[in-house]
């Protein structure tokens, strides 16, 4: 049977696991330290695990350090050996996002069970034999990616929410075309179109205090309004302003839990020119004021 166990986190950033379904797994890291972090996790060999890194770069160690394998911004890590565990012992370097799914090779199995043929690890001369793999993050994972990364619905919707973007992902992974649905997302027509909307939120955030408006910013990244929304809206699921809210409200959260700010200085951090309005804002996003979260910490 399959063993996923022992989860240790030693990291100061945001790192959550998410069990979406029987022996399958997706792990998020977001480091947005200065400083490298660690994450491990006892996983044996009876799971395949896919990584996936959105933003900066990580290392896996593998042999008590005797071997490290990067992981690139953009770029994916498939990892199987049904001959040895395979723990995660990763390293994960300043502003880096990373997505893993994990999954037994049971169930795996199961979902393309038609396949078998076409995924040469799962072949019968194969099925003993490790399997490493590298590969670059296309557009349309990109899109589901960055959705998880940046989940923003009900809590109680998050684990069905998860379940369907990790196997949309592996549906996107082994995609013999690893095409972009022109129809369903116009934008994507152009790879060039994806870095600009990046390049968007990147600009929000480092200007969250005075952020532009929509037309600034779409003259910013010389991108049409109109695909400025409707690509934002693809790619992490909310408009800019939503979004942006909701990064303005996790950073005041985390300013608030240091202890080193009072409410109006936070408020002034994150864009607020009075505190009632950051204690309105703040209220509307966690159902509290800022007073009576820092009292509840």
């Known amino acids: 049977m399959a063993v996923i166990k022992d989860f240790k986190n030693v990291a100061e950033g945001s790192f959550n696991e998410t069990q979406v379904d029987q022996d399958v797994f997706v792990l998020t890291y977001q480091n947005e330290t200065a400083n490298n972090q660690i994450v491990e996790r006892f996983i044996d060999s009876g799971f395949i695990q896919f990584h996936f890194c959105l933003k900066g770069n990580s290392d896996f160690i593998f042999n008590n350090g005797n071997y490290v394998l990067n992981i690139a911004e953009e770029t994916s ?51 003993d034999k490790k399997y490493y793999k590298d590969g670059k993050i296309s557009p349309s994972m990109a899109i589901a990616l960055n959705q998880i990364i940046n989940y923003n619905l009900n809590s109680s919707i998050k684990t069905l929410y998860f379940k369907g973007k990790a196997y949309e992902l592996l549906s996107l992974y082994f995609n013999r075309g690893e095409e972009a649905n022109i129809e369903q997302c116009p934008f994507l027509v152009d790879e060039t179109n994806v870095a600009k909307i990046k390049q968007a939120k990147d600009i929000v955030i480092a200007r969250m205090a005075e952020p532009p408006t929509l037309q600034e910013l779409s003259d910013e990244i010389n991108l049409s309004l109109k695909k400025l929304k409707e690509g934002f809206k693809q790619i992490y699921g909310d408009s800019v302003f939503s979004f942006l809210f909701d990064y303005k409200m996790e950073v005041a959260r985390k300013l608030l839990e240091t202890g080193s700010h009072n409410v109006n200085e936070v408020g002034l951090r994150v864009g607020y020119s009075t505190a009632s309005h950051f204690i309105a804002a703040f209220k509307k996003k966690y159902g509290i004021t800022p007073k009576k979260y820092i009292q509840s910490i």
Do not use: M
């Open 77 to 127: 890590l498939l990892l199987y050996n049904p001959q040895k565990d395979l723990p995660i012992n990763l390293l994960v370097k300043p502003d880096c996002w990373l997505v893993s799914v994990l999954i037994s090779i049971k169930k795996f199995h199961g979902l393309f069970s038609q396949e078998a043929d076409y995924i040469t690890f799962l072949s019968s001369d194969n099925k």
